[in-house]
């Protein structure tokens, strides 16, 4: 039996799924605890103490949206990932606004899931409830507004960039693949744009400054806040 690495809490109501899932992580080493609806999740997340949260949206009860925007004004900062078959912009955005702290599309592949998961246990960057980012000296983002403060100016940026900027925040100082860029902006019936990400990196880089966001040839983008 291995050390558990991690305590894990997965909320997802389709019964074979949540199995398949909780026996693939705990064979990682990782402890899990499951619910099967909102109302039980929100008992358990307030009555214990996970690691991370893997959180579906559509479940009995109190939806995964609702359930993790509630942690989050309690002061939960435990990192989280949306595991849904949602994948609308406008649900990635409503999603990242309750606090979450990555996004994965159903259907996926169980390795990915886990390396989703060692990604943000490892990460320094999680989900705390402030709502104001400090990228420079004169510069801070707003989580929930979209907005980028400059020089105190609000600059309202439009919505694929503050996806953009957010996932660049999370992974901040790592090699970010242009598959993950892709699958964040861009949902399942849209169709991804090189040209389209090229313009929103270059307005980025005009707002925030152009060293901050690292071109790494064939391989992706690199954000730094150094």
Known sequence: ?????????????????????SEFLEEEGYGVE?????????????????????????????????LLKN???????VPAIFVTSLNRIDDLEVGYKSGCDDYLKKPFELRELLFRVQTLLKR?????????????????????????IVSGK????????ALLLKLFLQRKDEII?????????????????DSAL????KNLRKLI?????????KLGYKFTLK
């Open 1 to 21: 039996m291995k050390t558990a690495k991690a305590k894990i809490f997965l909320l997802e109501d389709d019964v074979n799924l949540n199995e398949t899932i």
């Open 34 to 66: 499951s619910a099967y609806d909102g109302d039980e999740a929100q008992e358990l997340m307030y009555e214990n103490s996970y690691d991370l949260y893997l959180l579906d949206v559509n479940v009995p009860g109190l939806n995964g949206f609702e």
């Open 71 to 77: 942690a989050r004004k309690e002061d939960d900062s």
């Open 124 to 148: 320094e960057f999680s989900h705390v409830n402030k709502e104001l980012i400090k990228i420079s000296n004169d510069i801070e983002y707003d989580m929930l507004t979209n907005e980028l």
């Open 154 to 161: 609000i600059v309202r940026i439009q919505n694929k960039e």
């Open 177 to 193: 693949p242009h598959s993950v860029i892709y699958d964040t902006l861009w949902s399942y019936d849209e169709v991804s744009s």
């Open 198 to 201: 090229r313009t929103y990196i």
């Open 209 to 217: 400054g152009k060293e901050k966001i690292v071109s790494i040839k």
